[in-house]
């Protein structure tokens, strides 16, 4: 069933001159999704569960840019194995006791949670104007009960994802709507589709320092100007200088994935075993076509008082 977006909204208005972007909603319970297409053919597929972005299609809709299992499950029975999981309130596992996010999943509450979708809207600072931002909300009283129980804050959670001709930005808005201040981390968990991982660099973490997990969460610098993929890599770079980490394949830009208020980024491909050892990762062999590149702020913890916001997102560019 589809079932077009019936909400006011600038983008209804009548009769134009030339057609503006289109908004669907399919599917039903967990997963809904809704998919916005750019009259030019770009497109943008977000499943209601988890918010999680499930496609991005660029070049007038020909190229897909995000990795999707083939055995991701998509109908809210657990997180999506691929396209751009949200991670909050927690990165990782928790802390193992005594922080308030310990009771809590691996990457929290936000990627297996059902959203709702609050509408689209012209991107604020649209680029072109087919350009189509979509709104979806999540708060306290959408949790499950086991979420609200193991962690009991108030919050409102606004994710938006603002489809342009050559770009995809997904911007996180987090408030404390409570009296007690809260702790979190933050992170778009973002599997980028490419040809083959063995003719892939990733620039921009020259000088950085990173926890490296595949090595006892040890400490390194990165010291080449590109990160390449042979094996497992885990690693979690922090405070990072510039705002642009490039994914390039076979020597050519591929993307380009620009941080906004968030100064940390993972990279992580599961290589061989561990991708066989994920019942929902699929082929065996997909580890060849993804990487992540995960922007988010993870080191450490942002702190929200009564009342305040923080906002931090990326802008990820097709570079094709
Ligand atoms: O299997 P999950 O929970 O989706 O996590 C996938 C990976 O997510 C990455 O962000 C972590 O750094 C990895 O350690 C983890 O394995």
């Known amino acids: 069933m589809v079932e077009r977006a019936n909400r006011p909204s600038a983008l209804n208005a ?41 496609s991005w299609k660029s070049e007038g809709g020909k190229t897909e840019n995000l990795w999707l299992s083939e055995k991701a499950a998509l109908d809210g029975s657990k997180p999506v194995r691929g396209g751009i999981p949200v991670v909050f309130p927690v990165f990782g596992p928790p802390p193992k006791s005594g922080h308030a996010t310990s009771s809590l999943p691996q990457h929290g509450f936000a990627r297996n949670s059902r959203w709702e979708f609050l509408g689209k809207s012209a991107a604020e600072d649209a680029l072109d104007a087919s350009s189509v931002k979509l709104d979806f909300g999540l708060s306290t009283t959408e949790l499950s009960e086991e979420a609200r129980k193991a962690w009991p804050f108030d919050f409102g959670l606004v994710y938006s994802v603002t489809l342009a001709k050559d770009s995809l930005q ?28 063995s003719k892939v660099a990733i ?14 969460a040890t400490t390194h610098q990165q010291s080449d ?11 979690v770079y922090a405070s990072i ?26 990279v992580w491909n599961p290589w061989i075993e ?8 699929a082929p065996d062999e997909g580890y060849k076509q993804m990487v ?12 929200l008082e009564k009342g305040e916001v923080f906002e931090g997102g990326q802008t990820m560019k097709s570079l094709l």
């Open 14 to 54: 009548p009769a134009e001159a030339t057609p503006g972007p289109q908004v669907d909603i399919t599917g039903t319970g967990p997963s809904s999704k809704v998919i916005a297409t750019l009259p030019s053919g770009e497109s943008v597929e977000v499943l209601l569960y988890g918010a999680t972005v499930t």
């Open 274 to 281: 561990k991708a066989k050892g994920m019942g929902d990762f």
């Open 225 to 235: 100007a590109s990160v390449t993929i042979t094996g497992e890599v885990d690693r």
């Open 241 to 266: 200088p510039q705002d642009t980490t490039t994914v390039l394949e076979d020597g050519k830009p591929r993307f380009d994935v620009v941080r906004d208020n968030l100064s940390d980024t993972v």
């Open 170 to 197: 997904t911007v996180l808005n987090v408030r404390n709507e409570g009296e007690e201040s809260f702790e979190f981390q933050v992170l778009l968990h973002t599997y980028l589709k490419i040809s083959d991982i």
């Open 292 to 303: 992540c590149v995960e922007v988010g702020a993870v080191d450490g913890w942002q702190k």
């Open 203 to 216: 620039n921009g973490l020259l000088g950085v320092s990173y926890v490296d997990k595949v090595l006892n």
